[in-house]
């Protein structure tokens, strides 16, 4: 492994590597592709938790019990795009590096292992840093430590790169009396609250704290209907979640009169991305029955939920910190065969569903990775909804893929 230093460089010995950065705090990180004038094209390509795909460029999630990553396929990468930078940013609102320098490691995505490592020295005021960039240099890819800080936050690094950053609107005058004051439309929010910049001549103040979740959609307005990849926060009113939930998972016949077995899951790991346990029809309750399964459906026939799995999340214990949900078609019939997989996430005390995600598309395969939750640092949790495919037929053989979707 090699200890990178402020701009030392070294050449990529694979063509598809991951940046993960962590330090003492939670970190936002985000990776944004830079064409020859140190731009981006659009928006489009500032990856990060909420734009977590973009054309060679991929943000991984840490769930919060591990660093968000950066992971650029070289071989994917678009022409004319010649650099990938990551950079970080504390999650709290306002907080600045001095006293938690953050550690990016280049990894072979392949199988993990340390390509070399930088941690940027002397750091103070900064509350947002370029890390490390990966960049096309006479035809081969190079990756370079820099450790440049701003102390605008993501805000500046975005401006900066070309990213849109919107500013809020100023106030309508008022007409003359006596015709009521006008109202002043109010100014599209950016993609991250987060790059909210201060008004024109305004002095640089720390943003406000985003909304629970650092901006995250959470359950305030109500049911959140999701989409593949977006994530919700598990948060009302302020307070995390941590009742007992239902998860409902269902599923149609695509064609009439044909009954569909499948099974659904659900996979426990911890920190380390480590098999804990998994709740299944042949294992009804596990982790000391804070998980409960509702048994086996042989059909798929008929109107709610098909198979459910009961989660107290109050009662999940300290090494659980992540939940991946799967369904499998024992029988080996194949996710062709099935219309309108969905699952769902139910208050139990109410009955109220909190969270809904309806699987689009399907392939030829046996196994479907649903939904994850990750427990947070700060003890709320999470839901993604997921949507991929698994050559698997069996709970078993869903807990390395599974992890791998952590």
Not at 301 to 322: C, F, K, M, N
């Amino acid at each position: 492994m090699t200890a990178m230093t402020p701009g030392s460089n070294l050449p990529l010995p694979t063509t598809r590597v991951t940046v993960d950065v962590a330090a003492p705090v939670r970190l936002d990180v985000s990776g944004l592709l830079l064409t020859a004038d140190g731009k981006v094209r659009s928006d489009d390509d500032f990856i990060f938790y909420n734009q977590p795909q973009g054309p060679g460029v991929t943000h991984r999630s840490g769930g919060g019990t591990g660093p968000d990553a950066i992971i650029v396929d070289t071989s994917a990468v678009p022409a004319g795009i010649e650099k990938i930078v990551v950079t970080a940013s504390p999650d709290a609102a306002g907080q600045t590096f001095q006293g938690i320098e953050p550690t990016a490691t280049l990894r072979d995505d392949a199988d993990g292992s340390v390509i070399a490592s930088f941690t940027p020295p002397r750091l103070g005021t900064e509350t947002a840093l370029v890390v490390m960039e990966i960049y096309l240099r006479g035809g081969a890819w190079k990756a370079r430590a820099v450790g440049q800080g701003y102390a605008n936050g993501l805000a500046g690094i975005a401006t900066d790169f070309g990213v849109t950053v919107e500013e809020p609107a100023a106030p309508a005058a008022a007409p003359p009396m006596p015709a009521a004051p006008a109202t002043a439309p109010a100014a599209t929010p950016p993609a991250d609250p987060r790059l909210a910049a201060p008004a024109p001549g305004a002095p640089a103040v720390p943003p406000a704290p985003a909304p629970t979740g650092s901006g995250k959609i959470n359950l305030d307005k109500g049911r959140v209907s999701l989409q593949k990849n977006q994530t919700v926060s598990l948060v009302k009113g302020g307070r995390p979640l941590l009742s007992q939930v239902k998860m409902g998972l269902g599923w149609e016949p695509a064609f009439r009169g044909k009954d569909i077995d499948l099974d659904a899951s659900v996979i426990a790991y911890g920190p380390q991305r480590n098999h804990l346990d998994t709740c299944y029809f042949g294992k009804l309750s596990i982790l000391n029955g804070a998980i409960k399964h509702s048994g086996d459906n042989l059909t798929g026939e008929g109107a709610g939920d098909d198979e459910v799995i009961v989660v107290d999340l109050g009662r999940i214990p300290a090494e659980a910190t992540g939940l991946v949900f799967t369904v499998n078609s024992f029988s080996g019939q194949k996710f062709t065969e099935v219309a309108k997989a969905y699952c769902r996430l139910i208050d139990a005390a109410s009955g109220a569903e909190l969270v809904r995600f309806d699987l689009t598309g399907a392939e030829p395969q046996t196994g479907v990775i649903m939904a994850k939750l990750i427990k947070q640092f700060s003890g709320e949790w999470e839901m993604t909804g997921v949507g991929t495919f698994v050559k698997s037929r069996t709970a078993r053989g869903m807990v390395k893929p599974s992890a791998e979707a952590l």
